[in-house]
């Protein structure tokens, strides 16, 4: 390759990079010139061969630039192949070191979640969950915080079906998980006492995609009898780690 053709992909990536990052959804040529020190001539050039890729597109009203479909198919694919445990596990660390509780992380398989990563406190009395065991979601705060976040037909179909208990505690009933489901979404959160496991409390929140949708569940769960205080002050901590995992997979609610 030439150092000519190397350098046009380059002005190319540059223009690109610009965009994204202007904060402005349409561009000028003046404006791309301006802000990369490049004749309007090379911007002209760049426009054409990015516009010609559907990597951007020209406004026929204004004449200004802006982003194309190739564009976002490109930014999808990447948000489709990020590795959610690899980009959650320091924010399990410092969710666990903030609360001095067990942060977990959960991924749904079907209709039930199964723990693949988890945090524990440095003190004497913790909760531990078991990684890759299938729970039912509907059974505990990490689960309620999936079934929540699906669509109301994926909802319904799931509440159609007989739902058997885990402990005493699991909600079964479909008329109550309904209108816990509803308060689950306006808070953002689930919480459970002695649902999944005895002796357990939980609050859980859903990390949401690009689309919306759950990609993965994070809680933060100790003892019962010691978490029903520190509830509030664990939920206020796993909202603020959830908003920023969603924002990074590209959630913008």
Do not use: W
């Not at 100790?222 to 029903?228: C, L, Q, S, T, W």
């Amino acid at each position: 390759m030439s150092s000519q053709t190397v350098a046009t992909v380059e002005r190319a990536a540059d223009v690109l990079v610009y965009f994204a990052e202007s904060g402005t959804s349409t561009l000028g040529v003046t404006e791309i010139a301006d802000g990369l020190g490049m004749s309007k001539a090379a911007v002209h050039r760049v426009l054409a061969s990015l516009r010609s890729r559907g990597l951007v597109e020209i406004d026929e009203e204004s004449r200004r630039y802006r982003l194309g479909l190739t564009a976002m198919r490109l930014g999808l694919a990447y948000l489709d192949r990020i590795d959610v445990r690899r980009i959650a596990g320091p924010e399990l660390t410092g969710l666990s070191a903030r609360t001095h509780e067990t942060a977990t992380l959960s991924i749904r398989t079907g209709t039930s979640r199964v723990y693949i990563d988890q945090v524990t406190p440095p003190r004497e009395v913790i909760m531990s969950v078991s990684l890759g065991v299938p729970y039912p979601l509907h059974a505990g705060g990490s689960s309620k915080a999936f079934l929540a976040f699906l669509t109301e037909e994926e909802i319904s179909t799931y509440l159609e079906k007989p739902l058997d208990p885990v402990t005493p505690g699991t909600v079964t009933d479909p008329g109550r998980l309904r209108v816990e489901l509803s308060l689950i979404r306006r808070r953002g959160y689930a919480m459970s006492i002695n649902e999944r496991q005895r002796g357990a409390a939980s609050v859980a929140a859903p990390v949401l995609d690009h689309h919306g949708m759950p990609a993965a569940v994070i809680s933060v769960c100790g003892p019962a009898e010691r978490f029903v205080g520190e509830a509030d002050a664990c939920a206020a901590a796993l909202l603020e780690t959830t908003d920023q995992l969603s924002a990074r997979l590209g959630y913008r609610g």
